[in-house]
């Protein structure tokens, strides 16, 4: 069984940033409540993921601020 593959047209930064920007345009439509809490949750969680990814491939490593 061979896996499909495909290029990435845009990098994993951006694609967190804009999936973060989605969920918390998500959560704007919500009433205050668990569903909107889970939602800024995982929108804050795809920014650190995106933040701790750019850090990573930065030349040096240097710890984050």
């Given at each position: 069984?061979?896996?499909?593959?495909?290029?990435?047209?845009?990098?994993?930064?951006?694609?967190?940033?804009?999936?973060?920007?989605?969920?918390?345009?998500?959560?704007?439509?919500?009433?205050?409540?668990?569903?909107?809490?889970?939602l800024l949750r995982k929108a804050r969680q795809t920014e650190t993921g995106s933040h701790m990814s750019e850090w990573l491939r930065s030349p040096g490593l240097q710890p984050p601020d």
């Open positions: 069984m061979q896996r499909r593959r495909f290029k990435q047209t845009t990098s994993l930064e951006e694609r967190l940033a804009a999936k973060a920007n989605h969920l918390r345009e998500q959560a704007k439509a919500l009433p205050p409540g668990a569903q909107l809490e889970d």
